[in-house]
Nanobody, 120 residues
Framework: VQLVESGGGLVQSGGSLRLSCTAS????????MGWYRQASGKERELVAT???????NYAQSVKGRFTISRDNSKNTVFLQMNSLKPEDTAVYYC???????????????WGQGTQVTVSS
């Protein structure tokens, strides 16, 4: 099973981007999914999470600007980012808590990361 992210890029301050992360493989179910980010020289930090039942949690710094959602039928999690600020510049990683696959359960999977750069 792999997590493949897309949607990063360069955007001006105040702009928007939508990140996607799709789990590939023969998948029966996926538990909580989330997005983290890591800015240059800083530790990785939580951005948002969403449970299988669509309950969400956000970092205070992105509340009201970012929206996490998921499409269970497509094994995909999204992060809609609006009103972007230069301090949102980072590599964004998706993560999955658990995945039930034809090869058994897998835990703590991470994507390869996608760069988001917000210019001032």
């Amino acid at each position: 099973v792999q997590l493949v992210e897309s949607g990063g890029g360069l955007v001006q301050s105040g702009g928007s981007l939508r990140l996607s992360c799709t789990a590939s493989g023969i998948i029966f179910s996926i538990g909580a999914m989330g997005w983290y980010r890591q800015a240059s020289g800083k530790e990785r930090e939580l951005v948002a999470t969403i449970t299988e039942g669509h309950s969400t949690n956000y970092a205070q710094s992105v509340k009201g600007r970012f929206t996490i959602s998921r499409d269970n039928s497509k094994n995909t999690v999204f992060l809609q980012m609006n009103s972007l600020k230069p301090e949102d510049t980072a590599v964004y990683y998706c993560t999955v808590e658990t995945i039930a696959t034809n090869r058994g359960a897998q835990y703590g999977l991470w994507g390869q990361g996608t760069q988001v750069t917000v210019s001032s």
